[in-house]
């Protein structure tokens, strides 16, 4: 099992990113697949969840802001972050819900 995440940067508040999530070593069509961030000092914390159907759900954080989607052909996961906040600013990754395996993650950082 094995994620890549990529899309990260430097944005200004009120900006946007869009995250991508390559998983392979599993059946991608058929998982639940989440996004999670970490902050600096701070725990792991659930940001976003896309079912195999595509439907999606939100931590209240990120509600109205971040969108999820996913290709099942590619085995890709997507998190499109828009109106972004400095308490944004974290280490983004993706998983298999469930998986015990963690990619590296992608750096965000918003800031003026």
């Known amino acids: 099992v094995h994620f890549v995440e990529s899309g990260g940067g430097l944005v200004q508040p009120g900006g946007s990113l869009r995250l991508s999530c390559a998983g392979s070593?599993?059946?991608?069509?058929?998982?639940?697949m989440t996004w999670h961030r970490q902050a600096p000092g701070k725990a792991r914390e659930w940001v976003a969840t896309v079912a195999p159907g595509g439907a999606t759900f939100y931590a209240d954080s990120v509600l109205g802001r971040f969108t999820g989607s996913r290709d099942n052909d590619q085995n890709m996961v997507y998190l499109q972050m828009n109106s972004l906040k400095p308490e944004d600013t974290a280490v983004y990754y993706c998983?298999?819900?469930?998986?015990?395996?963690w990619g590296q993650g992608t750096q965000v950082t918003v800031s003026s």
């Open positions: 998983q298999e819900c469930g998986s015990p395996t």
């Open positions: 070593g599993f059946s991608f069509s058929d998982a639940i």
